[in-house]
């Protein structure tokens, strides 16, 4: 165990904060540049991809149900995949089932990657395959 020497213990709750200076400025760029864009996600018909294309979340239902997912607003229903925009990052996922039950799943959406996701038996969203795209 450490012991401190020469300095009184914080009397505040996050004291974390006094780590080193500019550590709190560290953690707010790596939160704002490691999550995919919340808005800009649209529904794309093409099946394939190539390596540069934006990252792509796909939703699956098996066995058929009714359901559907939702990324920064934009809807898809099974067999149908949203792109997001031009960098990777994490993106949240919204899959609603046809009774209105939310479930909520984070995943890594990568540049030239496609995830698809399934919903188990337990109402959770769960990421069934990832693949890479073409080479162009």
Same mark, same amino acid.
Request: net charge positive; proline share 7%; with cysteine.
């Given at each position: 165990?450490?012991? @401190?020497?020469?300095? +009184? @213990? ?10 080193? +200076?500019? =550590?709190? &400025? ?7 540049? &490691? ?5 800009? /996600? ?12 934006? +990252? ?6 098996? +066995?058929?149900?009714?359901? /559907? ?20 990052? /994490? ?16 995943? /890594?959406?990568?540049?030239? @990657?496609?995830?698809?996701? =399934? ?14 795209? &073409?080479?162009?």
């Amino acid at each position: 165990m450490l012991a @401190r020497v020469g300095r +009184p @213990r914080s009397r505040h709750p996050g004291e974390c904060c006094h780590l080193a +200076p500019g =550590t709190g &400025a560290m953690f707010a760029l790596v939160a704002v540049t &490691a999550c995919a864009a919340a808005s800009g /996600w649209e529904r794309v018909e093409r099946r394939t991809c190539v390596q540069d294309d934006p +990252p792509r979340v796909c939703l699956r239902a098996e +066995p058929d149900q009714p359901i /559907w997912m939702k990324i920064g607003g934009t809807r898809a229903v099974p067999g149908e995949c949203l792109q997001g925009g031009a960098h990777s990052g /994490w993106a949240r996922v919204r899959v609603v089932d046809g009774t209105g039950v939310v479930s909520k799943r984070i995943v /890594w959406a990568r540049v030239g @990657r496609t995830i698809e996701l =399934t919903k188990t038996e337990l109402g959770r969203p769960r990421v069934s395959a990832r693949s890479r795209c &073409a080479l162009p």
